[in-house]
């Protein structure tokens, strides 16, 4: 089974906020919260961690790029059990990266999901709906062997 599709949910003043039905029963219990690229934070089990961080972990520790990328995705990240309804406290350094105020979006990705502050998830997806042609175009030509 993969994550996917878009819901909805509130923070709670003591910053909880629940984890959809339907992701719960894919996702498991012992999740990894942590950063995104963008304004958004990601959340995945332990083993999808590792599979999504293990391009990084495998390079030589050498680069200074590994370094940053790790520090920025394994060292922001906070392990999470989250209680029998799914909830979970949110930590006050990830709340600020994701500018997270009251309503979340969460978004299935097939492995792993996103949580956006409402608000920024729309103003996000009003771009992206402009540039999906031009994204998709680019990807095709990266998959197109070359000659």
Not at 20 to 31: A, M, Q, T, V, Y
Not at 119 to 128: G, P, R, Y
Request: hydrophobic fraction near 40%.
């Amino acid at each position: 089974m993969v994550l996917v599709g878009e819901y909805t949910s509130k923070v709670t003043s003591g910053h909880r906020v629940a984890i959809p039905k339907s992701f719960r029963k894919i996702i498991g219990k012992e999740l990894i919260v942590t950063r995104g690229f963008e304004p958004h934070l990601i959340l995945v089990n332990q083993p999808q961690f590792t599979n999504l961080t293990r391009g990084v972990s495998d390079q030589p520790f050498i680069s200074g790029e590994v370094r940053e990328v790790s520090r920025y995705l394994m060292g922001g990240a906070y392990e999470i059990q989250p209680d029998a309804q799914g909830r979970f406290v949110i930590p006050e350094k990830l709340l600020a990266h994701a500018n997270i105020q009251n309503d979340v979006v969460f978004l299935g990705l097939g492995q792993w999901v996103e949580i956006w502050d409402e608000l920024v998830w729309k103003k996000h997806e009003l771009t992206l709906g402009k540039q999906s042609a031009q994204i998709a175009n680019r990807l095709s030509r990266l998959a197109e062997p070359v000659q």
